[in-house]
Every structure is written in C-alpha cells, then in structure tokens.
C-alpha cells in the first residue's frame, strides 16, 4: 500500500508539470506562428512591392489589400494589374474588381484588354462590361474587333481541292462558266451572339452565285457584265442573321469550262442511235423468224402433195379391181331372157 500511495504522489507530480510545461510552451506557440505569419506577410508584401510601386507611379487604383485578395482568390496579381494599367493608360475606365470577376468566371483577361483598347481607340461605342459579355459568351472579342476595324476578304469558293475552275454554273443557253469571287465583309460587334458566322456567308454568296449564271439566257452576259452577279448577290440580302455585314462583293476571274447542252444533244443523239439499231435489229431478227416459219409451212405443204400423190395408185389400183375405172357407177343387172 505504501509503494502505491508513492507511485500516486509520482504521476500526480509529473501531471503537475507537464501542465506547468503545456502551460510556458503554449504562449511560445502561438509567438512562433504568430512570427511566421508575420513573417509569411512581409514575403508577400515584399513580392508585391513592385507591383504597389508600379501602380504609384502610373496612378493606378490597387494596394497591398489587392494584391493579397488576388492571391487569396488564386489568381495572378502581376497579369491583372498589368491589363489594368494598359486599359488606365489607354483611357478606359475599369476597376480591379471588374477585372477579378471576368478572370473568376472563365473569361480571357487579354482578349478582352486588346480587345478593349482597339474598341476605343476606333471610336467604338461599346464599353468594357459589353465587351467581357461577348468573351463570357464564347466570342474571340479580339479577333471581332480586328475584323470590324479592318475588313476581312473572304474568298468564294474557299482556296480548298476541287475548286480550282471555281463555283460552276451552267447558263440557259448550256454553257457552264466558272466563277471565283472576293467578298469584303466587316464584323457586327452588337450582334455577336446566337448568329451565324463566315462558313455561312461563303455557302450563301455561292448559292447567289450558282443562281445568277442560270438565270443568264446567256453565258454572253455573264462575260460581259460580271457586276450584274456580284449587285444581284447584294440586293438578295445574304447577310442577315449573321455576324457579318457584306460591304462589297468582287468577281475576280469568269472561266468557260464546257458546253453541257452540246454534250447531252451529243449524248441523247447517240442514245437515239442506239435505240434505233436496236429496233431494226428487232425488225430484222422478225423478218427472219417470219422467212423461217413460211419455209416450214412451203415443207409442211410439199410433205401433204407427196402424201396425196402416195395415195393415188392406191385409188387406181382400188378401181381397177373393183372394174369402177372409167365409170361412175357399176351398170345395173338386166334379166337376158326379156
């Protein structure tokens, strides 16, 4: 008992100091995370004093708050403050956290930049809210953009295998002419979304061009007048319901390929010969059959003559055994004695 009540007083007075222990150490804990806290803060603010000193000198509206929200938030302080300093320099204004909700949602922080800054250069109506709606959208803004300020030629029938001689048409008079055409289109920037885009126009302008050359009486006209194709195409319209407005369509080069209704005459008077020898040879091969049947009959009637000649020695022979040669009838008998 006594060796217990020793071995009691032992663990209580070893608890004793490790709770004395647990007790100095605790403070000390938290000062060292306390320190490296501290110490993990003045890293960053280190590695974001560039950035603070940059936007100093260009007076552009972001702290150490920003930068550390940025980084909170996993994305890149350094690219977002420099698309912000282009677009403050440029003219445009647009705020941090703008920038930060475009990048959170998916969009293209440097398309929408260049995009933004070639917009108001041009004298664009459209601000920067627009602009990060149309990349939010699946839009290449940068490249529309580009398009709307320097117009784009788009060529029909596209540079591809098979369109060497062009769109191919065949005119009412049966001569078919091969077409290439230039068109100059520029981007809708307002009517971005949920229109179609410059496959369409191309397929249009080649249908307008196929239908032009057949209603030609002529091929002659195509010749002479290839603006008449080019102002047909544009009064149709072919640009609504697309991203693109049409602003001229050029042809650049008309090509005889071949004369298709010679060629069928060609193709339907040989097919006439054919059906014509093909009658003839029926009337032949009739004619034939016909010559052949009469020779059976002339047999059949030859066979009949020798068989009736067969049997007139037989009649002969018959009557003259009969003594019915000469006469009609046999003479009747006669009484002598009268």
Excluded at 201 to 207: K, L, S, W
Excluded at 251 to 267: G, Q
Excluded at 302 to 331: D, Q
């Amino acid at each position: 008992m006594e060796a217990m009540n020793e071995m009691l007083c032992l663990a209580e007075a070893d608890a004793g100091a490790l709770l004395v222990l647990l007790a100095l150490l605790l403070p000390l804990a938290a000062l060292v995370a306390l320190l490296a806290m501290v110490a993990w803060a003045v890293k960053k603010v280190f590695s974001f004093m560039p950035i603070w000193i940059e936007a100093r000198a260009a007076s552009v509206p972001i702290g150490f708050a920003d930068c550390f929200e940025m980084h909170f938030q996993k994305l890149n302080p350094r690219e977002i403050f420099d698309a912000l300093k282009m677009l403050h320099k440029a003219g445009i204004e647009v705020t941090c956290d703008e920038l930060q909700n475009h990048v959170l949602s998916g969009g293209h922080l440097k398309n929408v930049r260049d995009a933004a800054i070639a917009v108001d250069k041009a004298g664009l109506r459209i601000g920067f809210p627009q602009i990060a709606q149309l990349d939010l959208a699946g839009r290449d803004v940068a490249l529309a953009v580009r398009d709307h300020v320097n117009p784009v030629v788009l060529r029909v029938p596209p540079p591809l295998p098979g369109y060497e001689n062009g769109l191919v048409g065949v005119a009412k008079d049966g001569i078919s002419l091969g077409v290439k055409a230039r068109v100059t289109v520029r981007t809708r920037l307002d009517n971005l979304i949920g229109t179609a885009g410059e496959p369409t126009i191309v397929a249009r302008v080649g249908e307008g061009i196929v239908t032009a050359i057949g209603r030609a009486a002529s091929h002659r006209e195509i010749m002479e007048q290839p603006g008449r194709v080019a102002q047909e195409i544009i009064s149709r319209g072919l640009d609504r319901g697309t991203c693109y407005e049409i602003l001229s369509l050029d042809i650049e080069d008309v090509n005889v390929l071949d004369n298709v209704a010679a060629r069928l005459r060609t193709v339907r008077a040989d097919a006439d010969k054919r059906i014509a020898r093909a009658r003839s040879e029926e009337r032949r091969a009739l004619a034939v059959a016909q010559g052949q049947e009469m020779k059976a009959k002339t047999v059949s009637a030859e066979a009949e003559v020798l068989a009736s000649m067969t049997e007139l020695p037989r009649s002969e022979a018959s009557a003259f055994a009969g003594a019915r040669i000469g006469r009609r009838k046999p003479l009747p008998a006669t009484d002598i004695r009268m």
